[in-house]
């Protein structure tokens, strides 16, 4: 028999040990360790993901030119108004968010020659996005604003990732903006559109490469935004309004999502 342990390694030993120890302990007493044992395994294997996951760590601003993006960016990262102009470039900053944790914005150009761009080079860090429209313009951009936003949800990385999104929107101070709830209505409606014209586009050719599979909602019904199932969608109103304009700015509703979705 001592001959048998010499020839035992030292982790082999110790686990001879460790199993004649826990055949004399109470069997409640062996449960509650074991259930502990689960639980920090359970932590460190959710923290390793996380940290897999540790390239996604940004909030897409995105949007029409003229939405208000960068004067979004400008009072949320430094509490001031920024001159009205059209990005030609993104705009990167670290924001805290109200419950202290830092994430990174990028305001990416709404110009449509360089948005697509933009939105390539950054959307595998997406942990969320805020698409943001003009509320007070809407009315004549519907179109634009909707095929934009279809784009964005159906590209393959995007719908893959599935960000939280959030839909701002802006300008609610002025006068005749339309509001969250008229813009979601619109927005389906036009969203719908744009799906079936779509579709139709792809029933049409054998390129099978312009496709990238996904489709948004559910099929043989109107779309909603209910229905995507893979994203996380709210609407809220808000004023980022120019440093000139005398009020506050109301980017509260952007500064909550922020902490309690992101």
């Known amino acids: 028999m001592a001959a048998t342990r010499q020839k035992l390694s030292p982790f082999e030993m110790n686990l001879r040990m460790l199993k004649e120890e826990l055949s004399k302990q109470d069997p409640v007493i062996l449960s509650i360790v074991v259930a502990v044992a689960v639980v920090l395994l359970t932590i460190v294997i959710y923290k390793l993901v996380a940290r897999g ?29 920024a001159s009205t102009f059209t990005s030609t470039k993104e705009n990167v900053g670290s924001y805290v968010t109200l419950n202290k944790k830092t994430i990174s914005v990028v305001d990416i150009p709404g110009n449509v020659r360089q948005r697509q761009q933009y939105l390539d080079q950054y959307q595998t860090q997406a942990r969320g996005l805020v698409f943001v429209i003009d509320s007070a313009t809407f009315q004549k951009e519907v179109k634009e604003v909707a095929e934009y936003l ?25 006068t005749l903006s339309k509001s969250s709830n008229v813009i979601k209505t619109q927005l389906e409606k036009e969203i719908n559109t ?3 014209t779509k579709a139709a586009a792809l029933g049409s050719t054998d390129d099978s490469s312009s496709s990238s599979g996904v489709f948004l909602g559910k099929k043989d019904k109107p779309f909603e935004f209910a229905h995507l199932s893979k994203f996380k969608v709210e609407f809220v109103e808000c004023s980022a ?13 952007l500064q909550e999502w922020l902490a309690s979705r992101v």
Not at 150 to 174: E, F, G, T, W
Request: hydrophobic share 35%.
């Open 53 to 81: 996951k540790g390239g996604r760590n940004a909030v897409l601003l995105v949007g029409l030119s003229g939405s208000g993006k960068t004067l979004l960016f400008s009072r949320l990262l430094f509490n001031k108004g």
């Open 150 to 174: 279809y784009n964005i949800l159906s590209d393959a990385i995007i719908y893959k990732m599935s960000p939280k999104l959030l839909v701002m929107c802006n300008k609610q101070d002025i």
């Open 194 to 196: 744009v799906r079936k």
């Open 241 to 253: 309004k120019p440093e000139a304009d005398e009020e506050e700015p109301e980017i509260g509703p």
